[in-house]
T-cell receptor, first 113, second 113 residues
Framework: DAKTTQPPSMDCAEGRAANLPCNHSTISGNEYVYWYRQIHSQGPQYIIH???NNETNEMASLIITEDRKSSTLILPHATLRDTAVYYCIVRAGIGGSNYKLTFGKGTLLTVNP | DAGVTQSPTHLIKTRGQQVTLRCSPKSGHDTVSWYQQALGQGPQFIFQ???????QRGNFPDRFSGHQFPNYSSELNVNALLLGDSALYLCASSLSVAVYGYTFGSGTRLTVV
């Protein structure tokens, strides 16, 4: 799996957009970008994934650069409940033989009142 | 719709003992993965089970073994417990053919004394 690089921590004001960056410069053509988050004392929660197009769901938006070497997770209106560690993970999709998720240390996002 | 269920939630064992952790996947999911998360670290992949077979294994010793039952539920067994096995053990389920995200349980907190 391609290696990912994320800042260790970020702060965001409640109600503002949180933009979490991730670098994955060695990503392969068949690898997807996944985002998970882990709220304290809970298991990781799937947020969103994408291959090369921007994606949006009820939780967040994912912006992937045209060269696919980096991406940004956007929480449009952060709330205190969004305080968590956010993990950016690269993994092959269907047809690959590597099924594991490789977690780094992620970004601790703290949403402040 | 119940998500991933893990039992027990907490467990204290003595060094050298054996432990069995249990996981029921999300309804409709047929694949189960196990992860170990030490304090302050991201989850580390132990192995994945599909069709009652171990499909992929991470860098863990043979003391860690597993099983998947016909109803897709799974067990993680750890023999000869070491102090370093103290961690949060997470179970994740998914559909084998999907690129969608994994659904994680809340984990079992294992303490080895």
């Amino acid at each position: 799996d391609a290696k990912t690089t994320q800042p260790p921590s970020m702060d965001c004001a409640e109600g503002r957009a949180a933009n979490l960056p991730c670098n994955h410069s060695t990503i392969s053509g068949n690898e997807y970008v996944y985002w998970y988050r882990q709220i304290h004392s809970q298991g990781p929660q799937y947020i969103i994934h994408g291959l090369k197009n921007n994606e949006t769901n009820e939780m967040a938006s994912l912006i992937i650069t045209e060269d696919r070497k980096s991406s940004t997770l956007i929480l449009p209106h952060a709330t205190l409940r969004d305080t968590a560690v956010y993990y950016c993970i690269v993994r092959a999709g269907i047809g690959g033989s590597n099924y594991k998720l490789t977690f780094g240390k992620g970004t601790l996002l703290t949403v402040n009142p | 719709d119940a998500g991933v269920t893990q039992s027990p939630t907490h467990l204290i064992k003595t060094r050298g003992q054996q432990v069995t952790l249990r996981c029921s996947p999300k309804s409709g999911h047929d694949t189960v993965s196990w992860y170990q998360q030490a304090l302050g670290q991201g989850p580390q992949f132990i192995f994945q089970y599909y069709e009652e077979e171990e499909r992929q294994r991470g860098n863990f010793p043979d003391r860690f073994s597993g099983h998947q039952f016909p109803n897709y539920s799974s067990e993680l067994n750890v023999n000869a417990l070491l102090l370093g096995d103290s961690a949060l053990y997470l179970c994740a389920s998914s559909l084998s053919v999907a690129v969608y995200g994994y659904t994680f349980g809340s984990g079992t907190r294992l303490t080895v004394v």
